[in-house]
């Protein structure tokens, strides 16, 4: 390795390389090259400055949207990097757009810092670019800034992406997992661990051909039309790792409540339960990533099924348990063949790289 | 694995496991008792919400310190992950910080999200997590959000961390890398190179030893020192990758001026200078994690350089050279020997993994 610059005619061009190497992460001209052509001109919009080192957001402008800046980040290591209903770039999108707005932020700019390992190849990055980009307009947010590092071979698998998101919260919402009340109605957009079967399935090392697709998508539309119909919403979750037994229990303990959930009202795709069943998978800790988990007050639930119903994204949603009085932090289900059973808090190893 | 949940007594107490595992990265009990004994109790500030996927910052609070939003992103990769002068938590609080510093913000919140390799030493986790916690409360700065992936053994080379940050820039102060003109002096805080020669002897593969430790360090304070001083800084950036080389490369593209530094003005240490003479390296590329190159009108220099000495990180500040209306873009030294070189863009492969 030399850090001597080596002087070479100026403006030959972009990469001119099939694949990411250690001076692409050197801070020089190949890193240049390299964030204009696949990320700048993938990103592309008025906010993104790549020759400062942060973007500038008028935040009069921001307080327009209402009076509290939302503030999220999330690391994507999914494995594998393109997968049935989606790949990293779109989860990368999603997730942190999903989580701006399930807090009731109407999401409005990301950054994102990637970490590269040595020998990828150019075209896939630029695919992973593409699907950030396309996933970012189409929720209506920018990518305002980034960072790239490039790390030797074996020091990262192929790529992990960070996104952090700042949205903006309306006056007069407040939504928090310590505001469920006994009495309160539990509801889900659609049907449980398509996600995590999907990706399962997409490794291969189980053997099991699925036709389960994940069910990642931007869910700030759904949201929005919610809080448009039911402003007083509770609680909202998305139920990523650990599933919506995650979800559920950190609501329970939060708010000092136990919840009870029916099996029989939990909708769960027949191929997701088969698989769950070959594999001696619960279907409630298998991630999602298109599902939320939501509280509202029992005169609410009506109309905020509607609202989910009327939309895309929530064609299938139900009601699938309440809040009780019960024992603080515990969660239940009644199950099919009407016993109970605890859902607990995920104890023993997860999925790596579900998300 | 299994993800069935297994019941277990509540309440167990915290992290009772010496090394991180998958579970820890699950979303799971095991992965909140990690991220609340290792980061919740060492980041610990009011606005910190582990229970929310969001932190929310009042905007009327951040208007009060000016009209812009600065948001800035970094992935630290350093191997390393301590080195003589700092570590890898210290550098991810210290360079986002500056980064928000350089464009003039204020920096106040932070977010933090990590990718652990399966493996690593509980004690390690903390060490870091306690040099991000004192290097935040020192900067005046809060960790309000975060997030914690584990990856299997061998997916990534022990941690690496994306912090992003949130500042505010207050009216009328007006920084940019296309600010400069012909006549401005160009300054820098201090002595050149020290983090990537530090690095690159804590690693240990040079067979050299070196007294030389690395410059990671806050500069908010030393900023708003200089912007109380001199209000109308063209533009500042710290040299990190790259070196002071790439950041002048830059700053005379984006203004189309030439810039011209003088070696004798350039202040390097003996040590470092020793150390680049050895291994063929030029100082000028070598990173800095506490140096910044800073533009002001002519008129302003004096005023600058005396705002930078009498702050203990700006002590041996310095003029290296002015912008003229040369080369659009050109960057060049005139050389102790009374010479002149181009000093170009860094062409070839960089040292990986220095920051």
Redesign the interface.
Known sequence: ????????P?NLGKLMVSHV???H????????DLIDDVFVSAFDNDLLAP??????????A??RH??????????Y?V?PLFFPGGDIGKLAICGTVN??A??G?VPL?L?????IE?GMAVETLRAIARSMAATARAAGVSI????T????R????KI?I?T?G?G??RPGLEI???RARPGDIVLVNGRLGDHGAAILCARGDMALQSPVESDCADLSGLIAALLAAVPGVRFM??A????I??VLN?LAA?SRVAIEIDETATPIDEGVRGFCEIL???PL???NEGKIVIAVAPEDAAVALAALRAHPLGRDACAIGKVTAGEA?RVSMNTLFGGRR????????????IC
């Open positions: 390795m030399s850090i001597v610059a080596r002087p070479k100026r190497t250690v001076a992460g050197g801070g020089g001209k190949a890193m240049k020759l400062e080192d942060q973007a500038r957001l008028d935040l009069a921001l307080a209402g009076d509290r800046l939302a503030f999220t980040t999330d690391g290591v494995d989580d701006l399930v807090g932020a700019h950054s994102c810092a990637v970490v040595e305002v800034t980034g960072d590092k490039v790390v030797p074996g020091a990262c698998d992990f960070t952090t700042i903006v919260i928090g997992a310590d979750r998305d990523t790792r650990g599933g037994a995650t950190e939060a001696g998978l619960d800790y298998l991630a932090g605890i859902v607990d808090m995920l104890v023993g190893e997860q999925l790596p790289r």
